[in-house]
């Protein structure tokens, strides 16, 4: 079983348009991340979210808005497409939330997300 | 501020051959040090990391990775690199106080040449 899912794997659209991409953990973890990745490879957290309750929102655009129905899922949502977007985007999660003190902890990433904003 | 650094964007190296892949960090107190494996159109695989304790680690596929404070290094190696070890490795840090928050590499690209 995939541990931690996400969809779509590609996405394409044109500048301006609204987006989702989805993420899903069976770990029974309670935190988890959106990181994006550019073109050179640069990996920078976005967001995180522990038990549904944003902890780490980092310089992003108020166009991105993170949303987590339950401690499962973490979904994206992008407005406005620009073409600076294009992007990989991973989902990942961990046991423990970002200021938890836990020397095991480690986090487990998704497959990605490739947007290409035209 | 914290940051890790890996000077090397690319890394080539013949199969059979030893390979080193090099990371430096510079954050406060002693950071927990990871490295992580993409394939090509994958997502991050846990490799290994270092908590406490012997500085040598070892982890998946064969690697592993030396802790040297003075230095403030974690290079990444393998005695023997197989055509399969070519990916994209980042290392990455987690400053001790600021829990499970990491900070990645800009990423170094092996190439393992048959």
């Known amino acids: 079983d995939t541990a931690v899912s996400q969809t779509p794997k590609y996405l394409v659209t044109q500048m301006g348009n609204d987006k989702s991409i989805k993420c899903e953990q069976n770990?029974?973890?309670?935190?988890m991340y959106w990181y994006k990745q550019d073109s050179k490879k640069f990996l920078k957290i976005m967001f995180s979210?522990?038990?549904?309750?944003?902890?780490i929102n980092e310089t992003v655009p108020n166009r991105f808005s993170p949303k987590s129905p339950d401690k499962a899922h973490l979904n994206l949502h992008i407005n406005s497409l620009e073409l600076g977007d294009s992007a990989v985007y991973f989902c990942?999660?961990?046991?423990?939330?970002?200021?938890?003190?836990?020397?095991?902890?480690?986090?487990?990433f998704g497959p990605g997300t490739r947007l290409t904003v035209l | 501020a914290q940051s890790v650094a890996q000077p090397e964007d690319q890394v080539n190296v013949a199969e059979g051959n030893p390979l080193t892949v090099k990371c430096t960090y510079s954050?406060?107190?002693?950071?927990?040090l990871f490295w992580y494996v993409q394939y090509p159109n994958r997502g991050l695989q846990f490799l290994l990391k270092?908590?406490?304790?012997?500085?040598l680690v070892k982890g998946s596929y064969g690697f592993e990775a030396e802790f040297n404070k003075s230095q403030t290094s974690f290079h990444l190696k393998k005695p023997s690199a197989l055509v399969s070890d070519s990916a994209l490795y980042f290392c990455?840090?987690?400053?001790?106080?600021?829990?499970?928050?990491?900070?990645f590499g800009t990423g170094t690209s092996l190439t393992v040449i048959p």
């Open positions: 990942a999660s961990s046991s423990k939330p970002p200021f938890w003190d836990s020397s095991t902890d480690t986090q487990y």
């Open positions: 770990l029974g973890h309670d935190t």
């Open positions: 979210y522990n038990n549904k309750e944003l902890i």
């Open positions: 954050v406060s107190g002693n950071p927990y």
């Open positions: 270092y908590i406490t304790g012997d500085n």
């Open positions: 990455a840090v987690r400053p001790p106080e600021s829990g499970n928050q990491f900070y």
